[in-house]
């Protein structure tokens, strides 16, 4: 069972991308999805996370405002909206569910459980 990621693509600085995750019932059904990326040389990094109600996020400093992470339950998916992409944000971004509880755990992969393959965005300069 695997998260599947889409959405990546190159665009030009201060342009928007949109990145969805869709995720099989079961695995929707767990607490917590999250968004992780890793760029070329670099340990992945914790993105976004939000809860299943939708009622906790959290996001690292350096997208706090551009990005916005959401899930639509009904359609078992979840979305991260990137806008004012910076080169920085140039990264294999990867979405993935745990359950998870106490937002302090967010932002440590080992406690996700599933993942998806990665979809690539290139913000060029």
């Known amino acids: 069972v695997q998260l599947q990621a889409s959405g990546g693509g190159l665009v030009q600085a201060g342009g928007s991308l949109r990145l969805s995750c869709a995720a099989p019932?079961?695995?929707?059904?767990?607490?917590?999805m999250g968004w992780f990326r890793q760029a070329p040389g670099k340990e992945r990094e914790f993105v976004a996370a939000?809860?299943?109600?939708?009622?906790?996020?959290d996001y690292v400093d350096s997208v706090k405002g551009r990005f916005t992470i959401s899930r639509d339950n009904a359609k078992n998916t979840v979305y991260l909206q990137m806008n004012s992409l910076k080169p920085e944000d140039t990264a294999v971004y990867y979405c993935?569910?745990?359950?998870?509880?106490?937002?302090?755990?967010?932002?440590?992969?080992?406690?996700?459980?599933?993942w998806g393959q990665g979809t690539q965005v290139t913000v060029s300069s």
């Open positions: 939000i809860n299943r109600s939708g009622s906790i996020t």
């Open positions: 019932g079961l695995i929707f059904s767990i607490n917590v």
């Open positions: 993935a569910a745990g359950d998870l509880y106490g937002s302090a755990m967010y932002r440590d992969s080992r406690k996700y459980n599933y």
